[in-house]
T-cell receptor, first 112, second 111 residues
């Protein structure tokens, strides 16, 4: 099993560009999450999903969008990238138990 | 929003020393978790605690769920260089679909 995979690992965007961060899990988990991690600030929840077709906002959703058309995939869309979105983005998933989350390796995004 | 206060922010220790860190909140949590993040990687779950007063070990790691349900502690005994990383506490409240994370304790172990 690959677990939670994220692509790309690194990306540099210019201000105003858009991109999609991909997240896929092969564990048949129903819960999926997107976090951002800024230095010294821990993990902040952007969006989450409790199953295919169901998404909800987390703590810092502004500037992002998500969709969940399948159990496996949970892409995060950045529209009109801004320097404040420079961060490391982690996708996570869990099955039934919200708290036992498995994290992907992260995507390091720089917006200049 | 909810906050978990994790301390210390960073620790510099010698190999072989024991380490203690803690996490406190003004709110009650039903589950406490401890994650470790290696440099350049995503967090990995170390220990999950489900009952007030519970003491759970995972190798050299021991964690406790505070009896007030507002705090948790993690101890690492006889530290080794591969213990280096950031340790996060996280809490879960019943009925919530989300975890609340602390800001992390960065551990450096000098050989």
């Amino acid at each position: 099993n690959a677990g939670v995979t994220q692509t790309p690992k690194f990306r540099i965007l210019k201000i105003g560009q858009s991109m999609t961060l991909q997240c896929t899990q092969d564990m048949n988990h129903n819960y999926m999450y997107w976090y951002r991690q800024d230095p010294g600030m821990g993990l902040k929840l952007i969006y989450y999903s409790v199953g295919a077709g169901i998404t909800d906002k987390g703590e810092v959703p502004n500037g992002y969008n998500v969709s969940r058309s399948t159990t496996e995939d949970f892409p995060l869309r950045l529209e009109l990238a801004a320097p404040s979105q420079t961060s490391v983005y982690f996708c996570a998933s869990s099955y039934g138990r919200v708290y036992e989350q498995y994290f992907g390796p992260g995507t390091r995004l720089t917006v200049t | 929003g909810q906050q978990l206060n994790q301390s210390p922010q960073s620790m510099f220790i010698q190999e072989g020393e024991d380490v203690s860190m803690n996490c406190t909140s003004s709110s009650i949590f039903n589950t406490w978790l401890w994650y470790k993040q290696d440099p350049g990687e995503g967090p990995v779950l170390l220990i999950a605690l489900y009952k007030a007063g519970e003491l759970t070990s995972n190798g050299r790691l021991t964690a406790q769920f505070g009896i007030t349900r507002k705090d948790s502690f993690l101890n690492i005994s006889a530290s080794i260089p591969s213990d280096v990383g950031i340790y996060f506490c996280a809490g879960h409240q019943g009925g919530s679909e989300k975890l609340v994370f602390g800001k992390g304790t960065k551990l450096t172990v000098n050989p």
